[in-house]
């Protein structure tokens, strides 16, 4: 199971989230208004200090829709996946894999309100553009996407996940106590693992290593 912490704004965040033994760390660029938002210079910078950590691998977690413009941040020392949050087309994510090198993994998010997933015709598109890895989150109030803390159904999940040739991992409100909600997901042969941000950050805003490490532990040892 891969264990994705998001939104990391400091180097003392990101070690944080390497020793709580995460495996990936999300780093927000091109997310207008977004907390975690940061300057291409900032990522570059962040994306180096999680290599240096030995164990994790940088996200770049963005709403852009510039196949050159995002081509340009990832792959040698820049992050070495990129989440495509937003509504970006197939056509999008096509350009973006024939831009950047083969060993960077692009994850398209796939945007669930209640039970219904506005992208779930276009799955089948998006695998054959070249998407690698699928990331089931939940749409908030007011059509809010990107850490909205609202949790999924698992048979929703479970429901998308069988549409798929692609793996998945689970967003959306997951905490240290909830995972006997996902027992579905969890099970499903294309499960990949967790992308955490709310759950995950101390009283202060921060990601907190504690908070990252008793999620990490609980769904990992419940596994």
């Excluded at 940088?58 to 820049?78: E, I, K, S």
């Excluded at 998006?126 to 803390?149: I, P």
């Excluded at 990252?212 to 040892?221: D, I, K, P, T």
Aim: net charge neutral; with cysteine.
């Amino acid at each position: 199971m891969l264990v994705k912490i998001c939104g990391a704004t400091t180097a003392a965040e990101v070690r944080g989230v390497a020793d709580a033994g995460a495996d990936l760390i999300g780093l927000w660029h091109g997310v207008p208004g977004g907390r975690a938002d940061l300057s291409a210079g900032r990522l570059a910078a962040l994306a180096a200090e999680a290599r240096a950590t030995g164990r994790l691998e940088a996200v770049l977690v963005t709403f852009g829709p510039d196949a050159g413009a995002l081509a340009r941040l990832v792959g040698g020392q820049g992050p070495s996946w990129v989440q495509l949050h937003g509504y970006q087309p197939p056509g999008m994510v096509r350009a973006l894999r024939e831009l950047v090198p083969e060993d960077v993994r692009i994850v398209k998010v796939l945007h669930v309100e209640g039970t219904s997933c506005v992208e779930a015709r276009l799955i089948g598109a998006y695998e054959r553009a070249g998407t690698d890895v699928f990331l089931l989150d939940a749409v908030g109030a007011g059509g809010r996407v990107g850490s909205t803390a609202v949790s999924l159904d698992d048979s929703t999940v479970t429901a998308l996940a069988d549409r798929m040739e692609r793996p998945f991992l689970l967003a959306g409100g997951l905490r240290a106590d909830n995972r006997d909600r996902f027992a579905g997901a969890l099970a499903h042969p294309r499960f990949l693992g967790i992308d955490v941000d709310s759950a995950a950050r101390g009283d202060d805003g921060l990601l907190a290593r504690a908070r990252a490490e008793a999620v990490s532990r609980a769904w990992r040892e419940a596994s």
